[in-house]
């Protein structure tokens, strides 16, 4: 039996929440509940500039008590991105995620934002590939 070569593009989630880095938390919020996702990409005229995650949110909003209608995006996403092209190899991007300690990539097609791929997308096609993320274990 022929061991199956995934790529990126084979896992990814298509379809990405993108809001504008002026956004408010408070919005980010709620776009995350509605469609039931821990990430939104943060936009600038257009173009990926950065990610928020609900952890984000939680650390740099709730646990500092600050107020989540006057916080715009820019000011707690992370930046730069950490990006990946759709026809690289799965392994890849298991051990570009384990070197940067990060949970998501943006899946990125010459300046065109394709996907996002994430821990949870490779658990369920690749599980071997996330044991990078638990050394020894």
């Known amino acids: 039996m022929a061991l199956e070569i995934l790529e990126v593009g084979d896992v990814m989630t298509p379809k990405v929440v993108t809001e504008d880095e002026e956004t408010s938390v408070t919005k980010l919020s709620r776009d995350m509940e509605v ?12 173009k990926p500039v950065g990610i928020v995650t609900d952890r984000d949110i939680a650390i740099k909003v709730i646990m500092k008590d600050r107020r989540a209608s006057e916080i715009k ?3 707690i996403m992370s930046s730069p991105l950490v990006t990946i092209e759709p026809d690289a190899p799965l392994e890849k991007a298991c051990e570009l995620m ?3 300690g990060i949970r998501r990539l943006l899946v990125m097609d010459d300046d065109t934002l394709v996907g996002i ?5 490779i658990l369920t ?13």
């Open 117 to 121: 791929i994430s821990v949870r997308n």
């Open 125 to 137: 096609r690749s599980p071997g590939c996330v044991s990078k993320f638990y050394p020894g274990e």
């Open 98 to 100: 384990a070197e940067k």
């Open 35 to 46: 469609a039931g996702i821990g990430s939104v990409v943060i936009t600038k005229k257009g």
């Open 73 to 75: 995006a820019k000011e």
